[in-house]
Antibody, heavy 124, light 109 residues
Framework: QVQLQESGPGLVKPSQTLSLTCTVS??????????WGWIRQHPGKGLEWIGN???????YYNPSLKSRISISIDTSKNQFSLRLSSVTAADTAVYFC????????????????WGQGTLVTVSS | QTVVTQEPSLTVSPGGTVTLTCASS?????????PSWFQQKPGQAPRAVIY???NKHSWTPARFSGSLLGGKAALTLSAVQPEDEADYYC?????????FGGGTKLTVL
């Protein structure tokens, strides 16, 4: 059973860069067929997809955030990371990491495993 | 950017049936969008319940079913239980990028 755990600072100053890491256990991050994603949830609001990365390093990003985000992967540590630059109070949210895969028939199976989420507050 | 729309809130009686829908601003939702559904209870991470329109995860209760209905993706809950009270989000796949719906708050009353 794969498990995901987010880690990183809970408080980031405006204009700085938010950096979070997701550590995957119970499975290899470089197993073929899996994408790894970031999702966030503003307080009291809905879910927002941030982006996904494949073990090879190929990425998909939310167009509305694309200019500020970077997702990377470290297969040696079984981790993937999110960097969000030039943050403002509007980036205050709970950030989740999750696993994305294809089933045996090639169907997309998005986010079948999630981390517990970590609250990041942007404030001076 | 594409907007995915869900009913903001729905209420259902215990034992009843309710259908939640998911529409795309880019047109009719088809199986090519691999519609999926997530349940989220307060203070918890979301949990996937349906993927690729109608496929259930191993943990998905049998009373949950997914379909396409009138150009939208749909999640139907039958014989609703009190524990089904939660927020429900759909997710549509646009060739690599994904968009969540705004969510439906389901009240069991």
């Amino acid at each position: 059973q794969v498990q995901l755990q987010e880690s990183g600072p809970g408080l980031v100053k405006p204009s700085q860069t938010l950096s979070l890491t997701c550590t995957v256990s119970g499975g290899s991050i470089s197993s073929g067929g899996y994408y790894w994603g970031w999702i966030r949830q503003h307080p009291g609001k809905g879910l927002e997809w941030i982006g996904n990365i494949y073990y090879s390093g190929s990425t998909y990003y939310n167009p509305s955030l694309k200019s500020r985000i970077s997702i990377s992967i470290d297969t040696s540590k079984n981790q993937f990371s999110l960097r969000l630059s030039s943050v403002t109070a509007a980036d205050t949210a709970v950030y989740f990491c999750a696993r994305d895969r294809r089933d045996t028939f090639g169907a997309v199976v998005p986010f079948d495993s999630w981390g517990q989420g970590t609250l990041v507050t942007v404030s001076s | 950017q594409t907007v995915v729309t869900q009913e903001p809130s729905l209420t259902v009686s215990p034992g009843g049936t309710v259908t939640l829908t998911c529409a795309s601003s880019s047109g009719a939702v088809t199986s090519a969008y691999y519609p999926s559904w997530f349940q989220q209870k307060p203070g918890q991470a979301p949990r996937a319940v349906i993927y690729s329109t109608s496929n259930k995860h191993s943990w998905t209760p049998a009373r949950f079913s997914g379909s396409l209905l009138g150009g939208k993706a749909a999640l139907t809950l039958s014989a609703v239980q009190p524990e089904d009270e939660a927020d429900y989000y759909c997710l549509l796949y646009y060739g690599g990028t994904r968009v969540f719906g705004g969510g439906t708050k389901l009240t069991v009353l």
